[in-house]
């Protein structure tokens, strides 16, 4: 995966690939430091409605987001991967984000608001 924007696109793949990704909203209601990341990040609470719950991530969004800023604030994360053991902290589902000119990470939001729990389509 290249985060260089000049990169050519990925190799094209059929639709039930993309369909197997399940890209959810949530909407964070924790944020915490953790400082004992590798690089800097935020352990984060997710809340993604009545279906899934809430779930935990690692974000290395530190660079652009500060924990007060985060509180409330919806973003897009892919909840259907195997969960990754981070030190000692268990990331379940990979927040998503884009690398601005110097490689910091600018989350994915909606727009506007949408129910905790929508699915990309």
Known sequence: ???????????????THF???????G??????????????AYKLEIDF??????????AQIT???DISTLIGRQVAAVVNFP???IGKFMSE????????ENG???LVAPERAVPNGARLY
Not at 49 to 58: H, I, N, Q, T, Y
């Open 1 to 15: 995966m290249s985060s260089d924007p000049a990169a050519p696109a990925a190799e094209r793949i059929d639709f």
């Open 19 to 25: 369909a197997a990704v399940d890209i959810r909203i």
């Open 27 to 40: 909407t964070i209601v924790a944020a915490h430091a953790f400082p004992e990341a590798r690089k800097p």
């Open 49 to 58: 409605g009545p279906g899934l719950g809430v779930k935990c991530s690692s």
């Open 63 to 65: 660079a652009h987001y």
């Open 83 to 85: 969960p990754r053991q």
């Open 93 to 100: 589902v990979l927040v998503l984000g884009f690398p601005d």
């Open 104 to 106: 910091d990470v600018v």
